[in-house]
C-alpha cells in the first residue's frame, strides 16, 4: 500500500508537469475549479468501503480511458501517450489490490454497516457529480470567452450541457459500466442496494 502511494505521489507530480506544459499553449482564463483539500476532506469523512469502491472505480474508468481514448488515437502527443502508458501499467496493479482490499473490508461489515456505507458510496458520486457541474460551468464560460465569436445564452448553455455530458460519461459512468467495477460491487451489495445505486446513477444519465 505504502508503495501504491509512492506510486500516486509520482502520478501526482507527473500530471503537474504535463499541466504546466500545457498551460504554456493555452490562451489565458482556464481555471480548475476543485479545490484537492475540500476534495479530500469529503472523501475522508466516508466509511472505508465506501472509499475503497470510489479508488476501485476511478482505476479501473482510468485504464478504460487509456485503453479506449489515449493509447489508439495517433493524433495524441507521444509524450502525453508515454505519460499515460506507464500510468495504465500501474494503475492495472493497483486496481488488483483496490478489489482485494475492498472485498475484504466488506467481510469486515454487518448488513446495517454495508446499508450506510452504501449509502456514503451514492454520496460520494453525487459529490464527484458536483465537481463535474462545477467544472463543465467554468469550462463553458472559457470555451465562449477564447472561441472568438459571439454565443447566444442557448449556445452557451448547450456547450455546458455537453461538457457535462462529456465529464459525466468519462468520471462516472464509463467506470460504472466496466464489467469488472459492477462485478464486484454486484457480489456485494443486495438488490435493494443496488436499485438505490441504479437509481442515484439514473439522474446523471
Ligand atoms: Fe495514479
Ligand atoms: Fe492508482
Known amino acids: 500500500m505504502i508503495r501504491f502511494s509512492d506510486e500516486e505521489l509520482k502520478h501526482q507530480e507527473l500530471f503537474r508537469q504535463i499541466e504546466q506544459m500545457i498551460a504554456a499553449g493555452l490562451p489565458e482564463g482556464y481555471a480548475f475549479v476543485p479545490q484537492p483539500n475540500e476534495v479530500a476532506s469529503v472523501v475522508l469523512s466516508k466509511s472505508t468501503w465506501a472509499v475503497l469502491g470510489l479508488t476501485c472505480h476511478i482505476e479501473l474508468f482510468t485504464q478504460a480511458h487509456y485503453k479506449q481514448s489515449i493509447e489508439p488515437d495517433e493524433g495524441v502527443s507521444e509524450l502525453f501517450k508515454d505519460v499515460f502508458l506507464f500510468h495504465w501499467r500501474e494503475e492495472s496493479q493497483h486496481a488488483i489490490l483496490d478489489e482485494l482490499e475492498w472485498r475484504r473490508e466488506n467481510e469486515k461489515l454487518s448488513d446495517e454497516e454495508r446499508d450506510r456505507a452504501v ?79 441504479g437509481a442515484a446513477l439514473l439522474t446523471l444519465i
Do not use: K
Not at 139 to 148: E, M, T
Not at 181 to 191: P, Q, R, T
Open 119 to 197: 449509502d456514503d458510496l451514492i454520496a460520494l458520486v453525487v459529490a464527484v457529480d458536483g465537481i463535474l457541474q462545477a467544472q463543465s460551468q467554468s469550462d463553458a464560460n472559457y470555451f465562449c470567452a477564447i472561441a472568438g465569436r459571439p454565443f447566444s445564452t442557448d449556445e452557451r448553455d448547450a456547450v455546458e450541457q455537453q461538457l457535462l455530458r462529456a465529464y459525466r460519461w468519462q468520471y462516472i459512468l464509463s467506470g460504472v459500466q466496466e464489467p469488472r467495477f459492477s462485478n464486484i460491487l454486484g457480489s456485494m451489495v443486495n438488490a435493494q442496494q443496488a436499485d438505490r445505486i
